[in-house]
């Protein structure tokens, strides 16, 4: 009981479930300042137990300190992975046998288990796993108001951008995003909700659970959770009538098609892509027809000059301007 009330603390109470007590016993003696900072936990077998917490990541002892080297820390084992597997599919391995070859599995209150190990294939690509040997726990967390310091540059009026975020991996990207969709369909002091659509391929963004959205995404979402961009995209267009949708890293030329459909349909189009910046961004084949073709009208670009998260640039592609004279956090 006590170990549930100090996970509560830090609300990840469904990851800790889904570890065998050895690992659970660990995990909840790490420091506080790392656990209230906790991005991922990292069990690969064979190999040391991990954490990334405040921009690093650390070993983990037996005894749940923190190790400089690999050789003094906890060693996974293969009876700790086969309990994780059991645990995370409900002891019924078989009946999550689609969503595990999609790579992950999503626990409830919206948390991601990635996985990897050794694939068997057949003539249609992937086909299963056979043996599972690594995992990735991502300890997603709400940020609420984390948009505000966008929304300005989002909209105008009732106007909404079409608006491209790009960013170096886990700059805050997914998370902007999340409480952008709440803001959008909620609405707020001078801007009445509309309906959003979020097609979240990877259950990153609603984070749902049989369905069932765990993260605040807005009154007025519709989420397509575990669905394909391009094929999301077009079924949110011809069934709920949405005024945005919102989609996270965007990368393939269906992508593409699918994006010019909604704006055919006026449609507005938010969504994100891994980059650097503007110049990286126009020398990525995808992206570049994108701008080419002057899609988007605003361009965001995240970074860590003032920490993880930093608005770091902000095009006007309208007026071909900056509007952004510093970064801001």
Known sequence: MIQKMDCMEYNFQPVLDALPDNLRKIIMSVSKGILRELEEIRVRQGRPLMVYSRGRDYFLCPDGNVSRHPQNSYIVTGEDTRRILELISHYSIYAFEEEL?????????????????????????????????????????EIRNAANKII?????????????????????????IRDLARQLSNGFPGFSGVKVGIVDERSEIAGCYQGIPQNDVGVRTDILDGCPKATGIIMLIRSMSPNVIITDEIGKPKDVMAIEDALNAGITIITTAHSHGLEDARRRPILKSLLENNVFQRIMVLGNSLGTGTLEKVYDLIEGKELLDRPIR
Do not use: E, W
Request: hydrophobic letters at 30%; a positive charge.
């Open 152 to 176: 300005p540059y989002v909209i105008k009026g009732s106007r909404i951008y079409h608006t491209l975020i790009l960013s170096p991996p886990q700059m805050g990207k997914t998370t902007l």
């Open 101 to 141: 070859c999609s790579g992950y599995i999503t626990l409830q209150g919206g948390y991601r288990v990635g996985l990897s190990g050794k694939m068997t294939s057949g003539k249609d690509g992937i086909t299963k796993f056979q043996h599972i040997t690594s995992f990735n726990f991502r300890i997603a967390r």
